[in-house]
T-cell receptor, first 114, second 114 residues
Framework: DGGITQSPKYLFRKEGQNVTLSCEQN?????MYWYRQDPGQGLRLIYY???????QKGDIAEGYSVSREKKESFPLTVTSAQKNPTAFYLC?????????????FGPGTRLTVL | SQQGEEDPQALSIQEGENATMNCSYK?????LQWYRQNSGRGLVHLIL?????REKHSGRLRVTLDTSKKSSSLLITASRAADTASYFC??????????????FGTGTRLKVLA
């Protein structure tokens, strides 16, 4: 079964703690992305990576960090510097199809800060 | 951020009616995609339209693109209760396309009443 998985589905964090969200894909895609979605809102890009060992900041990277040591994995760490981390986090992957890329999304992780 | 905007923000219709939602964007594009998101889930790709295309069909979906107005519309014909979801447009970040980066709109929440 090819796809993209995220874990955990729900995550609770105390203020001041760092937490890492997992994202794995077995689609052999080069590119991976992290988005944040707030209630009733669209997706905002946090970080993206086009190849292994390389990643770029998106529109709202402050308070987040990522790594891309393996092609299939792109974990996101939400640090204590992120002031309002409660949100729905979506990971996606894609491959370049010539002039576009179709993004495949994971099921998401809902993070709640207590 | 050069986020697109969908209009209307929310739409409620009866089963069997057609649903039309619009997307406006700010920069020139190579292509535009529409995605669907069921509540609390990841996004699923529906259809892509390239900048040199004006209309495209896929099953009950019809997408139009007007690059002079920087807008697109998604029409769902003969809607069903199962079409209830949020719909997002996504545009490639031209002229920096080739970076795998897409910008998502704010979404239209569609509710189809049985």
């Amino acid at each position: 079964d090819g796809g993209i998985t995220q874990s955990p589905k729900y995550l609770f964090r105390k203020e001041g703690q760092n937490v890492t969200l997992s994202c794995e894909q077995n689609l052999n895609h080069d590119a991976m992305y992290w988005y944040r979605q707030d209630p009733g809102q669209g997706l905002r890009l946090i970080y993206y990576s086009q190849i292994v060992n390389d990643f770029q900041k998106g529109d709202i990277a402050e308070g987040y960090s990522v790594s891309r040591e393996k092609k299939e994995s792109f974990p996101l760490t939400v640090t204590s510097a992120q002031k309002n981390p409660t949100a729905f986090y979506l990971c996606a992957s894609s491959d370049w199809e010539g002039d576009y890329n179709e993004q495949f999304f994971g099921p998401g992780t809902r993070l709640t800060v207590l | 951020s050069q986020q697109g905007e969908e209009d209307p923000q929310a739409l409620s219709i009866q089963e069997g009616e057609n649903a039309t939602m619009n997307c406006s964007y700010k920069t020139s594009i190579n292509n535009l995609q529409w995605y669907r998101q069921n509540s609390g889930r990841g996004l699923v790709h529906l259809i892509l339209i390239r900048s040199n295309e004006r209309e495209k069909h896929s099953g009950r979906l019809r997408v139009t693109l007007d690059t002079s107005k920087k807008s697109s519309s998604l029409l769902i014909t003969a809607s069903r209760a199962a079409d209830t979801a949020s719909y997002f447009c996504a545009t490639d970040a031209y002229p920096t396309s080739g970076t795998y980066k897409y910008i998502f709109g704010t979404g239209t929440r569609l509710k189809v009443l049985a």
